[in-house]
C-alpha cells in the first residue's frame, strides 16, 4: 500500500516552508528526505502515529494574478492538489481572511479532497487563537490555530491529518507486489513498454490511471509473480524545466522512484546513454533502488559479430557507478526479449531484499582481510573489528573499526566488490556504514 500523500496550499508568505520543514524536522520521526531535481526541499517522507506519509510544498498561489510566476505556482498547487490525498490550507491568522483565501477555499471545495484549514502565525496563542473564528466563514470546517514558527498547535494539526488517511486494508497485503518504476527521459519508450506488457498478457487486475501528468500504476499478473508497474512523466534536462508544471512532473517521476522497489532505467539504442540518463540513473542508485538498465529500439540497430557486447561496454563506461546493474535489449514495439523482464525483476527485488547472517558476514570480512590488509596511514593501520548488517533495501552494512579516518573510499569499494562476489547482489546498490569502537 502506497503511503499517503499531504499537500500544503495557500497563497504567499503564510509560513508553508517554515511549517514543511517543522514537519520534517526532529520533531518527528524522519523517515526520508528526498530533494527534488533542482535540491530545493519539494517534498520528504516522514511520519505520525505509526504512519508514514510524503508531504509535499508548494508555491503560494495568487488566484486572480496574470503575473507568469504566480500562475505558473497556482498550476504547480493545482497539481499537488491532484495528487494529495488530504489538503493542509495555511492561512495567515494576522492576515484575516482575505479575497485570495476565500478563492483558493473554492478551489480546495471542488476538489473533493479531506482539508485540514490551519491558521499559521498565532505567535501570542491565548489572544491569536481567539482570531481565528472569522475563518468558519471559508466553508471549510473547524480551522486549527498554530504557531509554525514556535511549535505551537501543530500536533492537533498532524492528528486532524492522521483522521483523513486511508485506512490500512490488512488484507488487502501488497507485500507479494513488487513495484516497478519505468523511468528515462521523453520519448524514451516508457509508456510502450508497458502497453506491450498489459497489451499482450490478459490478466490484468486493474489499470489505475492519474491525470495526463501523473505516474500512472497499472496492476499486473501472470506465472512470475505479482506487479505494479508505474509509468512516469519523462524526466527532462533541467536546462528545460523552465516551468513549476514540469518541475512537478519530474517530482512525480522521483516520487515514483521512491515507491518502488525496481526500476528500469530506459535508454534508446539509438542515442545511448545521454547526460539526462546518467541523471536519472543517479537517483534511482541514491535512492538505494533495485536496477535494471532497458535498451530500448533495439530492433532499430544495424548488427554484426560484437555489437551488443561493445554496446554493453559503452553503457557502463557511461553509467560507471552502474556496473552492478544487468543490462537488457529489447523492443517495445515488437515484444523482443520483454518476457525476459520477469525473471530479471523477481531477481533484482530479491538481491535489493537480500540478509546475509552475521556469522556469514564476517566469515567473507576475515577472508578479505587476508587477502588485501586494511590501509595504514602514518604508521597507524585501520582494524576491523566485525560488522553486521543493519538493512535491507538496499543491503546496509555496519563495519566497527578502530578509526573511521583510516576506513580509505577504496577499501571500502574493495569489501563491497568482495560482498558481491559471495552473495551476488546483482542490481542493487550496496551500502557500509563505518562506526568507531572502542578496542578493549
Not at 490484468?204 to 492519474?210: D, T
Request: net charge neutral.
Amino acid at each position: 500500500m502506497s503511503k499517503p500523500i499531504v499537500a500544503i496550499i495557500g497563497k504567499p508568505n503564510v509560513g508553508k516552508s517554515t511549517f514543511f520543514n517543522y514537519l520534517v524536522g526532529s520533531r518527528i520521526s524522519i523517515v526520508e528526505d528526498t530533494p527534488g531535481v533542482t535540491r530545493d526541499r519539494i517534498y520528504a517522507e516522514t511520519n505520525w502515529r505509526g504512519r508514514n506519509f510524503t508531504l509535499i510544498d508548494t508555491g503560494g498561489i495568487e488566484p486572480e494574478s496574470e503575473d507568469i510566476i504566480l500562475s505558473q505556482m497556482r498550476e504547480q498547487a493545482n497539481l499537488a492538489i491532484e495528487m494529495a490525498d488530504v489538503i493542509i490550507f495555511l492561512t495567515d491568522v494576522k492576515q484575516g481572511v482575505t479575497s485570495a483565501d476565500k478563492e483558493i477555499a473554492l478551489m480546495l471545495k471542488k476538489s473533493q479532497k479531506p482539508i485540514v484549514l490551519v491558521c499559521n502565525k498565532a505567535d501570542n496563542y491565548d489572544k491569536d487563537k481567539l482570531e481565528i473564528y472569522e475563518f468558519y466563514n471559508l466553508g471549510i470546517g473547524e480551522p486549527y490555530a498554530i504557531s509554525a514558527s514556535h511549535a505551537i498547535g501543530i500536533g492537533d494539526v498532524l492528528d486532524a491529518i492522521y483522521e483523513h488517511f486511508p485506512e490500512k486494508d490488512e488484507e488487502d497485503d501488497d507485500s507479494d507486489i513488487i513495484k516497478v518504476a519505468v523511468i528515462g527521459k521523453p520519448n524514451v519508450g516508457k509508456s510502450s513498454l508497458i502497453n506491450k506488457i498489459l497489451g499482450e498478457n490478459r490478466n490484468i487486475v486493474s489499470n489505475i490511471a492519474g491525470t495526463t501528468r501523473d505516474a500512472i500504476d497499472s496492476q499486473f499478473e501472470n506465472d512470475k509473480g505479482k506487479y505494479t508497474f508505474i509509468d512516469t512523466a519523462g524526466i527532462r534536462k533541467k536546462s528545460k524545466v523552465n516551468e513549476k508544471i514540469e518541475k512537478y512532473s519530474i517530482m512525480r517521476s522521483l516520487l515514483a522512484i521512491e515507491r518502488a522497489d525496481v526500476c528500469l532505467i530506459m535508454i534508446d539504442a539509438n542515442e545511448g546513454v545521454t547526460e539526462q540518463d546518467t541523471k536519472v540513473a543517479g537517483e534511482a542508485h541514491e535512492a538505494g533502488k533495485g536496477i535494471i538498465i532497458v535498451v530500448n529500439k533495439w530492433d532499430e540497430i544495424e548488427k554484426e559479430t560484437g555489437t551488443l557486447e561493445k554496446y554493453k561496454k559503452e553503457v557502463y563506461a557511461k553509467l560507471a557507478y552502474l556496473t552492478y546493474a544487468p543490462i537488457i535489449f529489447i523492443s517495445a514495439k515488437t515484444g523482443q526479449r520483454v518476457d525476459k523482464l520477469f525473471n530479471m525483476i523477481n531477481e533484482v527485488a530479491k538481491q535489493n531484499s537480500m540478509r546475509v547472517s552475521t556469522s556469514i558476514l564476517n566469515q567473507v570480512i576475515n577472508e578479505a582481510i587476508a587477502i588485501v590488509q586494511p590501509p595504514t596511514d602514518k604508521g597507524k593501520r585501520l582494524k576491523i573489528f566485525y560488522g553486521t548488517q543493519a538493512s535491507t533495501k538496499p543491503p546496509t552494512f555496519v563495519i566497527f573499526v578502530n578509526n573511521k579516518e583510516l576506513f580509505h573510499f577504496s577499501y571500502e569499494r574493495y569489501l563491497i566488490n568482495q560482498f558481491r562476489k559471495e552473495f551476488g547482489m546483482q542490481g542493487t546498490p550496496v551500502r557500509i556504514i563505518v562506526r568507531e569502537k572502542v578496542e578493549k
